[in-house]
Structure formats: structure tokens, C-alpha cells
């Protein structure tokens, strides 16, 4: 980690996952690159292939060079060219004078396993911090957005305790687990659990998604938007529980259910949408999400779902090796999307088909847009892309910031937090954490 702290630039043993704030994104990326050059130079000088070898090099010469406290005698081996020592000691400066902090953003890891109560204790004693930031941050949200206190949240959040305890016994658990673990009350974390349905959908995230199934790979990939405050508090969650699959997921640290893929090759996004109405007898949405990622099919997924119902209004782009659906919830009722000829199902922020009796409020718009944009460079592809070819179309910038690569300035208040890929014939996903035109940070999962 770089830190600038009384004019000490001081380095942790971490490389790529960093971003620089208080500084543009082409001043961050000059950097990067220049970081990044500096690497190879010290893996090649060293005789050695560029690669990690190469960045603990660099990694020694950085920290001789720019921490005084440091000791690292192998830097002195790695002398750099004077174009990279300018460059990088050009912007270090600057970070310095204006007493900007660099820090790198790491999404916490964690693994849960055993019981529902035990998967839940482990999920809160190793999120705690993360946890905390998902309450400090939706308790502020509330507040100046719906003049909601939290203790008026708390006390809508546990009305809805007896359904999920009456309906999903296991769930409950898992939260009361989360609650104990990290410290809170079981108001805290079903609150969070169901923050979609306490809101009526007056505040929700914007997202692109989309589905690709062809006879090579069935794709499954998303922009996941939001106000970047909960970037820091994203975790990349695994659950392992006895007679289910092992579950895979980018959630908010503390919400038992979100974006990911399971060992048995289901996969789900998820899409806000904001349309008035709520039934506090159906299942909140994110542990609708949950119940995908307990699935062995997605057959089996949407008939689970259909037995219950969702809350409130989302929609959720569910698929597996076979093929993918979408599901446009209201709290009344479910319209599926099938796929196009080409193996396609898109979505963005808004009902694509009617609801009768349900009103979209259409909120972004620029979701109208997205889902314009993401068909047409769609188009652009053959019918079997990669999965790195569909990584790339979500780095699109066309009408920044409200673009499929979303961007939070100039008055737009959420920008994209993180890129998920994943293919569920092969068992393997990319997450880009930040926006993946400008990432901090890349994850591999792989079952």
C-alpha cells in the first residue's frame, strides 16, 4: 500500500490493487502504466521473466527509493531509467503536495462454512469492519434520502422477521450468525438484507447485464453501479454448506445473497428497478438471489422463485450451461424474458415488458440508453465471443458518465463498482473490481 503521511511515501507488499485518490483518472493511470513499466524493467534487469518475480524486485527498488525507513538492498540492483524514476517521482510529488492519501482498495476474501448459524458468525467476525461500513453508509442513505432514522429502519426491518423465519428458517439463522459475529443486532443485518423493501424502491443501484449462450461458452456478465462509498465494503464471498453447491458471490458485507455462480454451474445478476408497491409476504430480493445460488439448475431456480414471489421490483438475469432467463419481478407479479435468436438476454434499469398495474418510474435515464448501447456493440461481435470479449464491451464510455462503464460526476451519482464475467459451462468468472475501464483490482474465481 502506498501512503502518503507526513511527506513518507511507505509501501506494503501488495502490487495492482491500488487506486489514487485526489487524482484524475488519466493522472491514476499514468501512474499505473509508469508503475507498471518500472516492473518489467526490474524483472528484465534481474534476468528474470516479468512477473511476479518482477514486481517483488520492484517493489524492493520502490520502497528503497521512496520510504527512508526502508532497507531493501536487492533495489539497489534495479536502478531504473530516468524516464520511469521521473515519472513516478513526478506524481508521488504531487500526491505529497497536496496531501492526498494513495491507498490501495482491496475487496476482503472470505471463505464461510458449516452450518447456517456458522457460515453467518464466520461472515461477520471476518467482515466486521466491512459491516460496519454497509450500516454507517445505508444509515446515511436512509436518512437524506427518505428521512428514515436507522432505529425507524431497525424497526421496519424486523417486521419482516417473522415471514423469513416462518419461510426460510435457514436464512434467518445465517443472519442471526452475521449479527453475533460481527458485534450488532439481528435488526442491523435484516435490515441490510432487506434495504431493497424497506425503500419501496425510492433509492436503488444501476447496473447493465447480459446473458450470451452459445454452443462454446454460456456467459453471464454485469456492471454492477453504485455510489463508490460502498466500494469499500464489498466482499467476495464463498459458502460452503453440506448437500448444496458451493457458492461463489460479490455481495455488500453483510447481505447474505448477491451476484455470482455456484459450483453446479447457475449463475445470477441483479438489475434495480424503481416502481412503486412491496409485499411483505414474498421473498425480499436478496434473498430471492440467495435461493439462486442455493439452485442446481436454473430451471430449478425459477420454479423456487415462482413459489414464492419477490417483494419489490427487480429483475434478475438468472442462467446456466443450458441457457439463461430473465425474470422482471414487481410485487405483484412475474414477466420472463426469453433469449433472442443470437442466445442473448439484456437488461438494464427498467421494465422491458408491461406490468399490468405496476408503474416503472423509468429513474435513470439513461437506462433507456444502456440498453440501446450494449445490443448495438453486441452486434459488433460474432456469435461465439470470449470471455474477454465480453469483459471489453462493459469498458464502453459512449455518453460518460452515464455510460455502460458508469462514471459518479458531473452531477451523476453512482458509477460502476465492479465487472463480473462469468461462464458456466467452464466454471470460471473475472471480476474487475472499480470501473473496468480504469480497474484496481482483479479476481479470478474457478470451480
Request: proline share 4%; glycine share 8%.
Amino acid at each position: 500500500m502506498l501512503v502518503v503521511r507526513d511527506n513518507v511515501v511507505r509501501l506494503n507488499d501488495v502490487y495492482e490493487r491500488y487506486t489514487i485518490r485526489g487524482l484524475g483518472d488519466a493522472s491514476a493511470y499514468t501512474l499505473k502504466s509508469s508503475l507498471n513499466s518500472a516492473a518489467i524493467y526490474c524483472a528484465i534487469k534481474r534476468g528474470r521473466s516479468p512477473g511476479r518475480t518482477g514486481q517483488n524486485s520492484f517493489l524492493f527498488w520502490l520502497a528503497y527509493h521512496f520510504d527512508p525507513a526502508s532497507n531493501h538492498t536487492l533495489a539497489r540492483d534495479c536502478l531504473l531509467p530516468s524516464i520511469y524514476r521521473q515519472s513516478i517521482q513526478t506524481y508521488i510529488n504531487r500526491i505529497v503536495s497536496e496531501r492526498s492519501q494513495a491507498q490501495i482498495v482491496i475487496m476482503l476474501q472470505i471463505t464461510c462454512k458449516g452450518s447456517p448459524y456458522e457460515i453467518g458468525y464466520q461472515h461477520g467476525q471476518q467482515a466486521k469492519n466491512q459491516i460496519q461500513g454497509s450500516i454507517n453508509f445505508y444509515t446515511n442513505l436512509f436518512q437524506q434520502n427518505v428521512k428514515l432514522s436507522w432505529p425507524k429502519v431497525q424497526e421496519t426491518a424486523m417486521e419482516f422477521e417473522p415471514v423469513i423465519k416462518k419461510n426460510w428458517p435457514a436464512y434467518l439463522e445465517e443472519m442471526r450468525g452475521i449479527a453475533e459475529g460481527a458485534g450488532k443486532t439481528l435488526a442491523d443485518i435484516i435490515a441490510l438484507n432487506v434495504r431493497t423493501e424497506i425503500n419501496f424502491g425510492l433509492f436503488s443501484d444501476g447496473c447493465t447485464a447480459l446473458s450470451w449462450f452459445h454452443k462454446d461458452s454460456s456467459i453471464l456478465a454485469q456492471n454492477w453501479d453504485w455510489m463508490t462509498e460502498q466500494k469499500q465494503n464489498l466482499i467476495l464471498l464463498t459458502i460452503e454448506q453440506p448437500s448444496k453447491p458451493v457458492i461463489k458471490m460479490v455481495t455488500e458485507a453483510g447481505l447474505i445473497g448477491k451476484i455470482g455462480m455456484n459450483s453446479a454451474g447457475v449463475g445470477v445478476c441483479l438489475n434495480a428497478i424503481r416502481a412503486k408497491g412491496m409485499s411483505a409476504t414474498r421473498m425480499p430480493c436478496h434473498l430471492g438471489l440467495r435461493l439462486v445460488l442455493e439452485s442446481t439448475s436454473c430451471a430449478d431456480a425459477v420454479a423456487s422463485l415462482e413459489k414464492y414471489g419477490i417483494a419489490s421490483s427487480c429483475h434478475m438475469l438468472i442462467a446456466d450451461a443450458r441457457g439463461s432467463v430473465g425474470l422482471e419481478w414487481s410485487y405483484a407479479d412475474l414477466q420472463k424474458l426469453e433469449v433472442n435468436q443470437r442466445g442473448q438476454v439484456f437488461h438494464s434499469n427498467h421494465y422491458l415488458v408491461p406490468h399490468p398495474g405496476v408503474t416503472d418510474t423509468v429513474w435513470l435515464e439513461d437506462s433507456k440508453f444502456r440498453i440501446k448501447r450494449i445490443r448495438e456493440i453486441c452486434d459488433e461481435l460474432g456469435d461465439e465471443p470470449t470471455m474477454g470479449e465480453v469483459q471489453a464491451l462493459f469498458k464502453d464510455e459512449k455518453n460518460y458518465p452515464y455510460a455502460i462503464c458508469r462514471a459518479e460526476e458531473e452531477g451523476n451519482h453512482s458509477g460502476t463498482l465492479f465487472n463480473i464475467v462469468m461462464d458456466l459451462k467452464a466454471g470460471k468468472a473475472s471480476v474487475i473490481l472499480g470501473r473496468p475501464s480504469t480497474p484496481e483490482g482483479l479476481y479470478e474465481i474457478e470451480f
